[in-house]
């Protein structure tokens, strides 16, 4: 089945893949095609034509005729022309603060499904003030976080909440994400960082958003007061896991996006609802050593970026954008979510999410690929929500359904009272 926004019902492609030529987007388009069905009409797109024909001429001959759109992330015009093209468009090109409000304002304004992978606050909050009203007007859906960063985290808890619900057990109270990875850090994440960094020097008034754990709620006012809920800074031992944990790195992004979806679903998941994402680290007096150590480790790296004068050798040592782990590498990564809930009555909830796969290479380019396929086939079975999004709130048990099918885990289930 199909679905497109107000007036997309006729376009001359179905997808359009944005930032083909960068190194996740040419693993994105290798997913798509081996995984789009026949007859999904694909294109790739980016700033340069030539770099694009050798993307597809990697890729296995069902893709050989794949249109090839060239289109500069800083041409409103070009952009425009582009989403009225596709019904949707799936883009790999940040950091998005500084490249992608113009493609997603043009999505929205064509009527035209939107899929990213950003990790940065401060965008998402800047695309819901600027897009969420026209997107909502032209049916379009316009989905942040569509890799590692943050379906999992955003899924695991709307499983949660579906099962509490279907047992009569309330809403969700106390609830922690611990996450366990292999995996490479992406440059990409790094350059986003950068940008957020750089907009906070630029505006000291974005320091307030950046850190507000609620910042991306469409109704502020509804939330907690700020110190309501904090995210986790310091190194504890957890009882249940018998796990040290601490920060973990991308816990401040995940469990806003996680928040939006509470907020954007009325609220749902309960009034007690509290959330956050940490790292396990391991048992004993070596997971504890590890934890103080990358925690440690976390806080020098963020000042280093953060400081003009340490910036350049920051730079020199980080991850490059474009850059990423070789096949090998990427196969032998792997991710493991585990999020645990007492609600309302008491009992007690587990849900696992996790692959097989570098988590920000390989994973993200199955979970984008699969949410792409979600908004371009499963029209008859997504929510009726339009506007900026979240995963769980744009795709559901759809996206759950293909993930799973795809070899994921997603399971949910019931671990005693409290």
């Not at 316009?142 to 279907?166: F, T």
């Not at 609802?273 to 963020?302: I, N, P, Q």
């Amino acid at each position: 089945m199909t679905d497109a926004g107000a007036g997309a019902a006729d376009r001359e492609h179905d997808v359009v893949v944005y930032g083909a030529t960068g190194f996740v987007g040419r693993l994105l388009a290798a997913e798509l095609a081996q995984r789009a069905p026949d007859g999904l009409r694909v294109a790739l797109a980016g700033r340069s034509e030539r770099r694009l024909g050798d993307v597809r001429a990697g890729l296995p001959d069902r893709a050989r005729d794949w249109p090839l759109l060239a289109a500069d992330a800083a041409d409103p015009e070009a952009l425009a022309a582009l989403a009225a093209s596709t019904r949707v468009v799936v883009t790999t090109v940040g950091p998005y603060a500084r490249y992608g409000l113009k493609l997603a304002r043009a999505c929205a304004e064509a009527g035209t499904h939107y899929a990213d992978l950003t990790g940065e606050v401060l965008f998402v909050r800047d695309l819901a003030d600027a897009c969420d009203e026209t997107a909502r007007r032209t049916g379009a859906r316009l989905v942040n976080a569509c890799g590692y960063d943050s379906i999992p985290s955003d899924l695991a808890v709307h499983l949660l909440h579906q099962r509490a619900a279907a047992d009569g057990a309330g809403g969700l109270c106390d609830t922690t994400l611990l996450a366990r990875a292999k995996g490479a850090l992406s440059g990409g994440t790094i350059d986003s960082a950068r940008a957020q960094a750089d907009a906070v020097r630029a505006d000291r008034s974005r320091l307030t958003a950046l850190f507000d754990p609620y910042a991306l709620s469409p109704d502020r006012a509804a939330e907690p007061r700020p110190g309501g809920e904090r995210d986790p800074r310091e190194v504890w031992l957890d009882r249940d896991t018998g796990q040290w944990v601490g920060p973990f790195v991308m816990g401040v992004f995940n469990s806003r996006i996680v928040r939006r979806s509470n907020a954007l679903l009325g609220h749902a998941y309960g009034p007690r609802f509290r959330y956050r994402e940490v790292s396990g680290y391991g048992r004993g007096a070596r997971g504890r050593r590890r934890a103080l150590a990358f925690t440690a480790g976390l806080g020098l790296a963020l000042r280093a970026m953060a400081n003009p004068r340490t910036r350049p050798w920051f730079d020199r040592l980080a991850p490059k954008p474009g850059e990423g782990p070789d096949e090998a590498a990427r196969a032998a990564g792997w991710f493991r979510m585990e999020t645990r809930t007492t609600t309302e009555s008491g009992r007690r909830y587990l849900a696992v999410v996790a692959a097989q796969g570098d988590p920000g290479y390989a994973a993200t380019a199955v979970m984008l690929a699969e949410s792409t396929l979600c908004l371009a086939r499963d029209g008859d079975r997504l929510p009726a929500a339009t506007g900026v999004l979240t995963p769980a709130v744009a795709m559901g048990d759809a996206l759950v359904d293909r993930l799973r099918e795809r070899g994921l885990t997603l399971t949910v289930e019931e671990v005693g009272g409290a």
